[in-house]
């Protein structure tokens, strides 16, 4: 079956560096979606790509739709505390109304 | 913010009751799905609903059932709570647009 992976699996970075994670599949997505989920609350939408090549950003977030469609990349520049959390990639899976999730990569950032 | 509110917030209960989560949304979105999390398997679906009284089954849905008779109403029911089915629970609603879900704030349910 269609299968997200997403590394790294956790992060440990100083406040102000760059982050980069990405997410990689076996098989072609027509829709890369972005979430984060803080400590204790529901994952919340952050970026949605829709076509392979596409680069979206939401001010300190950039994400890329690979140009293969089966990989995609979040960039979070200059990070700062409020970063913290996990963050998961997730596409539809083939012909359904259904999302598979990544397995996460969990950020944490140190003043 | 999707208008996404999720009942009971937190829940402990018994192994052998009946429990009943309740996800409740305000802007009219066809799909709605119910979501568990455990550490080390992310999230994974329950069931999900494309319309009022039509449901379909995700892949963890066995000792679950859903009912859906009103659009802004979808409620996951645990028959006979088990341990295994401590977890966090989440609701979501499908967007309109290229398969985007937006997620309630969770209900954490602890079987004792």
């Known amino acids: 079956g269609q299968q997200l992976n997403q590394s790294p699996q956790s992060m440990f970075i100083q406040e102000g560096e760059d982050v980069s994670m990405n997410c990689t599949s076996s098989s072609i997505f027509n829709t890369w979606l972005w979430y984060k989920q803080d400590p204790g609350e529901g994952p919340v939408l952050l970026i949605a790509l829709y076509k392979a090549g596409e680069l979206t950003s939401n001010g300190r977030l950039t994400a890329q739709f690979g140009i293969t469609r089966k990989d995609s990349f979040l960039n979070i520049s200059a990070s700062i505390p409020s970063d913290v959390g996990i963050y998961f990639c997730?596409?539809?899976?083939?012909?359904?109304?259904?999302?598979?999730f990544g397995t996460g990569t969990r950020l944490q950032v140190f003043p | 913010d999707a208008g996404i509110t999720q009942s009971p917030r937190h829940k402990v209960t018994e192994t052998g009751t009946p429990v009943t989560l309740r996800c409740h949304q305000t802007e009219n979105h066809r799909y709605m799905y119910w979501y568990r999390q455990d550490p080390g398997h992310g999230l994974r679906l329950i069931h999900y609903s494309y319309g009022v009284k039509d449901t379909d089954k995700g892949e963890v849905s066995d000792g679950y059932s859903v009912s859906r008779s009103k659009t802004e109403d979808f409620l996951l029911t645990l028959e006979s709570a088990t341990s295994s089915q401590t977890s966090v629970y989440f609701c979501a609603v499908g967007g309109t647009y290229y398969n985007e879900q937006f997620f309630g704030p969770g209900t954490r349910l602890t079987v004792l």
């Open positions: 997730a596409g539809p899976s083939y012909n359904t109304d259904k999302l598979i």
